[in-house]
């Protein structure tokens, strides 16, 4: 249907446009056409009649439907023109636009101080073995996890045999050792993950400023999610601080609980020594 319509509308169109002709036309062929006889004179009257009935049809209906058209059609355009100004003028200024990206692109360089700033050298060892500790815990790759640990015990020795070692020292010994070992790891994820978000935030900024108004929103939505990751990544940083934290208590509640039974066991061998 909308074929035979803009069909139709051609075609009455071109008739419009071409009236003056069609008027000429037909007159030419009523003159030359075969006529009914009546005494070899022609009916002009008729003629002339039938000429006016056409031309008032294509004036009158004709002319008139492609007027409402065309009226129809300005009112949209009118519309759109409308539409299209509040988008440009009201909700996405160029100029505020501008201004958006000239942010973001200030910010770009605030980021680029903060990457400079975390990653900065500050490996102090000088000794072999605390060299390559430093430099496995400073590395930020996750990838180093796993050497943690030879290099831990060569730096801070493995735990003592039972014979050197009563099982209560040991076991402190053991803990202690595995909570610096696992917040070490912990801190060489983390890094490694700040890392990444990082580049992440640096691809987001880059993004924001060139994309289109309608495009903005979804990288901010990317943004709001690699937020949510940043704030979980903090929290799990602070809950390994707590955990050093409590294996440091619990450290110094041990060693009063050593001097304490160390007490006990001297005052016995004392009074011991005196009845003997």
């Given at each position: 249907?909308?074929g035979?319509?803009?069909?139709?509308?051609?075609?009455?169109?071109?008739?419009?446009?071409?009236?003056?002709?069609?008027?000429?036309?037909?007159?030419?062929?009523?003159?030359?056409?075969?006529?009914?006889?009546?005494?070899?004179?022609?009916?002009?009257?008729?003629?002339?009649?039938?000429?006016?009935?056409?031309?008032?049809?294509i004036?009158?209906?004709?002319?008139?439907?492609?007027?409402?058209?065309?009226?129809?059609?300005?009112?949209?355009?009118?519309?759109?023109?409308?539409?299209?100004?509040?988008?440009?003028?009201?909700?996405?200024?160029?100029?505020?636009?501008n201004?958006?990206?000239?942010?973001?692109?200030?910010?770009?360089?605030?980021?680029?101080?903060?990457r400079?700033?975390?990653?900065?050298?500050?490996?102090?060892?000088?000794?072999?073995?605390?060299?390559?500790?430093?430099?496995?815990l400073?590395?930020?790759?996750?990838?180093?996890?796993?050497?943690?640990?030879?290099?831990?015990?060569?730096?801070?020795?493995?735990?003592?045999?039972?014979?050197?070692?009563?099982?209560?020292?040991?076991?402190?010994?053991?803990?202690?050792?595995?909570?610096?070992?696992?917040?070490?790891?912990?801190?060489?994820?983390?890094?490694?993950?700040?890392?990444?978000?990082?580049?992440?935030?640096?691809?987001?900024?880059?993004?924001?400023?060139?994309?289109?108004?309608?495009?903005?929103?979804?990288?901010?939505?990317?943004?709001?999610?690699?937020?949510?990751?940043?704030?979980?990544?903090?929290?799990?940083?602070?809950?390994?601080?707590?955990?050093?934290?409590?294996?440091?208590?619990?450290?110094?509640?041990?060693?009063?609980?050593?001097?304490?039974?160390?007490?006990?066991?001297?005052?016995?061998?004392?009074?011991?020594?005196?009845?003997?």
């Amino acid at each position: 249907m909308p074929g035979t319509f803009r069909a139709v509308k051609g075609i009455v169109s071109w008739i419009w446009m071409q009236r003056t002709k069609v008027l000429v036309l037909i007159l030419v062929m009523t003159l030359v056409a075969p006529q009914p006889a009546k005494g070899q004179l022609i009916d002009v009257a008729a003629i002339v009649a039938a000429l006016g009935a056409i031309n008032t049809a294509i004036t009158n209906v004709i002319g008139a439907g492609l007027r409402d058209i065309s009226g129809g059609l300005n009112a949209v355009n009118g519309v759109l023109n409308a539409i299209q100004s509040f988008f440009q003028n009201t909700v996405y200024p160029p100029a505020a636009i501008n201004r958006a990206r000239g942010v973001v692109g200030a910010v770009q360089g605030f980021y680029n101080i903060i990457r400079g700033l975390a990653n900065l050298n500050v490996a102090s060892a000088t000794l072999a073995n605390p060299r390559q500790l430093e430099a496995v815990l400073l590395s930020r790759n996750a990838g180093n996890i796993g050497q943690v640990t030879n290099r831990f015990t060569t730096v801070y020795q493995a735990i003592p045999p039972p014979t050197d070692a009563p099982p209560a020292v040991r076991d402190l010994i053991d803990m202690t050792d595995a909570t610096a070992q696992a917040a070490f790891k912990r801190a060489i994820a983390i890094d490694d993950a700040a890392d990444q978000l990082m580049d992440a935030a640096d691809q987001l900024a880059a993004e924001l400023a060139v994309a289109a108004p309608g495009t903005a929103p979804m990288i901010e939505a990317q943004s709001a999610a690699m937020l949510v990751k940043a704030h979980a990544l903090t929290q799990s940083a602070t809950a390994e601080l707590f955990r050093i934290r409590a294996i440091d208590m619990a450290n110094t509640g041990a060693s009063l609980k050593f001097n304490a039974n160390h007490a006990s066991d001297t005052r016995r061998d004392v009074t011991n020594m005196f009845k003997k």
